[in-house]
């Protein structure tokens, strides 16, 4: 089993910038893959972006595209998810998860985190 806890959401304005941490803990080696997912009131969770967890390869979606960096410290278990520019359409509830599987799609994720609320404000 995998634990993950996300800190860092928080209210911030229009234009500004949050980071986001996840902290993996367990059986961390099953994971190869970490990703940020974030659902909106009403929406379905969307991917954000992801990461090789050795390696650090990287992909994003577009709506985040030069606005968002995901990364990671491996001595550290941490995941992080600098936020910048950001736009009320980023408010959400944001997820870490880890899988197996170098992919954005959901399903192929099976550990996620609490979630911690990200609001923009205009």
């Known amino acids: 089993q995998v634990q993950l806890v996300e800190s860092g959401g928080g209210l911030v304005q229009a234009g500004g910038s949050l980071r986001l941490s996840c902290t993996a803990s367990g059986r961390t080696d099953s994971t190869t893959t970490m990703g940020w997912f974030r659902q909106a009131p009403g929406k379905e969770r969307q991917f954000v972006a992801r990461i090789k967890w050795s390696g650090g390869s990287t992909y994003y979606a577009d709506s985040v595209k030069d606005r968002f960096t995901i990364s990671r410290d491996y001595a550290k278990n941490t995941l992080y998810l600098q936020m910048n520019s950001l736009k009320p359409e980023d408010t959400a509830v944001y997820y870490c998860?880890?899988?197996?599987?170098?992919?954005?799609?959901?399903?192929?994720?099976?550990?996620w985190g609490q979630g911690t609320q990200v609001t923009v404000s205009s």
């Open positions: 998860a880890g899988g197996p599987v170098f992919t954005s799609l959901r399903a192929h994720y099976n550990y």
